[in-house]
T-cell receptor, first 116, second 107 residues
């Protein structure tokens, strides 16, 4: 199993450009999420999905769109990039174990995004 | 809403024991998890507490008190490789992390 994969690893954008960060998982996990991490700010939830066709907003959703057409893929779209979106973006997936919470999340390697 | 509070940094020496605390506020509680992150890499899962009490996994233990909305991660026999950031996390669908505790282990 490849686990959670993210592409690209690095990206530089100019202000106003749009792009899609790709995330895929091969563990058949129903739950997927996107986080951004800025220095000293921890991991902040952008959007999440509890299954194909279902998405919801996290803590910092403005400026980002998501869709979940398949179980495997959960792309994150930046509509019009701004310097404030310079960050490291992590995708994660999870599944309920024995009816409990999503106790363990599996993270991808991250995408380092710089917006000039 | 949900929020988690943890110390920003902790320093300890090799071989010692260190405790990282986490207090949380959440409208619905589904358990407290702990994650480790080295040098900005992918966070990795360490431990989960769904019920009150202590969970032990090797040198790491995690404790939860739901009545106090409080938990901690206990690291024993500290090694240099334990220098990392540690995050507590809670939530049901909306999984929220604390801001992280940077642990520095000194020789």
């Amino acid at each position: 199993n490849a686990g959670v994969t993210q592409t690209p690893k690095f990206q530089v954008l100019k202000t106003g450009q749009s792009m899609t960060l790709q995330c895929a998982q091969d563990m058949n996990h129903e739950y997927m999420s996107w986080y951004r991490q800025d220095p000293g700010m921890g991991l902040r939830l952008i959007h999440y999905s509890v299954g194909a066709g279902i998405t919801d907003q996290g803590e910092v959703p403005n400026g980002y769109n998501v869709s979940r057409s398949t179980t495997e893929d959960f792309p994150l779209r930046l509509l019009s990039a701004a310097p404030s979106q310079t960050s490291v973006y992590f995708c994660a997936s999870s599944t309920r174990v024995d009816g409990r919470s999503y106790n363990e999340q599996f993270f991808g390697p991250g995408t380092r995004l710089t917006v000039l | 809403g949900q929020s988690l509070e943890q110390p920003s940094e902790v320093t300890a020496v090799e071989g010692a024991i260190v405790q990282i605390n986490c207090t949380y506020q959440t409208s619905g509680f589904y358990g407290l998890s702990w994650y480790q992150q080295h040098d900005g890499g992918a966070p990795t899962f360490l431990s989960y507490n769904g019920l009150d009490g202590l969970e032990e996994t090797g040198r790491f233990s995690s404790f939860l008190s739901r009545s106090d909305s409080y938990g901690y991660l206990l690291l024993q026999e500290l090694q240099m490789k334990d220098s990392a950031s540690y995050f507590c996390r809670c939530g049901g669908g909306k999984l929220i992390f604390g801001q992280g505790t940077e642990l520095s282990v000194k020789p």
